[in-house]
Structures are given as structure tokens and as C-alpha cells.
């Protein structure tokens, strides 16, 4: 069975990830989505709560999908779930020397890991977390941009923010 791990800190998870699980799940049997905690970044959800919001998004895809959160090196994650391969998304340049940054960076760490590359959908290589967090936090609709449960749990802080 071929396995990958696809990490990220998914503040919030957009269809931009939904994307990449999708067709991460063409090419992988199975795909380990872990949210990563950084206790380094202010985060708007939980590690918690992340980890829900993919559960309710990818609960029909069944055995294929586990999520599960770890804090540390990817590469040592990688180790003790033994999974020798990294899942990432490229929307732009930008992302790409980033992207192949950390994947040489993983590789010195461990040169079992292999990362690949998988390019984002065109409707939502422009979507990040961070943009869209942005957008929401001026009033921004961003309802097109992340899954509806993801959508709801927006208005619920916007709400709750307010009240």
C-alpha cells in the first residue's frame, strides 16, 4: 500500500487542500493529513479544531484518509508512522523555492523521505490559509474559498469576535 503524509498547519483548511487530498488519493493508496503544531505561530483554530474540520470534510473518504497532528521535525513524524513520503502542494514560484527548500532541508534529515509535488487546482492556486484569513478579517466573503463547515466555523469566530 502506498502511503503519504501530507502536513501543514490547515489555519484554516481551504478547497486548496481538499484539492490536493483529492488528488493526492489518485496517486497514494492512502493519505496521512497532519496538521502541524507550531507553537511559534498565533494560530486563528485550535490544532483541535483543524483536526476536526478535515474529519467532518474528508469523512466519506474512509480508510484512505487519517488525520492526525504532530509537533517536531516532519522527518521524525515520518519515521515513526513509517512513511517514507511527503505530500506537497505547488500553487506559484513562489511556493516552489520554498517548497524545495524544506524537501532538500527533509532530505539532509533523512534521505529515506522523498517529497513530491502536486500542483494545486487552477481555481484555487491563488488560496492560501493566510489569504484567506486576511479576506475574512476585513469582511471579506471567503465562503467559495473553504469547505462549508470550515465556512461556518468563520462565522461562528466573526460572531463570537462581535458579541
Not at 502506498?2 to 493508496?29: E, Q
Not at 511559534?40 to 483541535?48: C, P
Not at 474528508?58 to 484518509?65: C, E, R, Y
Amino acid at each position: 500500500m502506498s502511503v503519504a503524509i501530507y502536513p501543514g498547519s490547515f489555519d484554516p483548511m481551504t478547497n486548496g487542500h481538499v484539492s490536493i487530498i483529492k488528488s493526492g488519493l489518485v496517486v497514494f493508496d492512502k493519505l496521512i493529513v497532519a496538521v502541524l503544531r507550531n507553537p511559534r505561530k498565533e494560530a486563528l483554530f485550535t490544532v483541535e479544531e483543524r483536526v476536526e474540520m478535515i474529519r467532518e470534510e474528508l469523512g466519506g473518504a474512509g480508510k484512505n484518509v487519517e488525520v492526525d497532528s504532530f509537533d517536531g521535525l516532519l522527518v521524525e513524524y515520518c519515521k515513526k508512522k513509517n512513511v517514507r513520503v511527503v505530500l506537497r502542494g505547488l500553487r506559484a514560484v513562489a511556493d516552489f523555492e520554498y517548497e524545495l527548500q524544506m524537501a532538500n532541508m527533509n532530505r539532509h534529515l533523512n534521505t529515506q523521505v522523498e517529497t513530491v509535488f502536486l500542483m494545486a487546482n487552477d481555481a484555487y492556486f491563488y488560496v492560501s490559509s493566510n489569504i484567506v484569513k486576511e479576506a475574512w478579517r476585513l469582511g471579506g466573503d471567503v465562503n467559495r474559498l473553504v469547505p462549508k463547515s470550515v465556512a461556518q466555523r468563520l462565522d461562528a469566530k466573526m460572531a463570537a469576535s462581535k458579541g
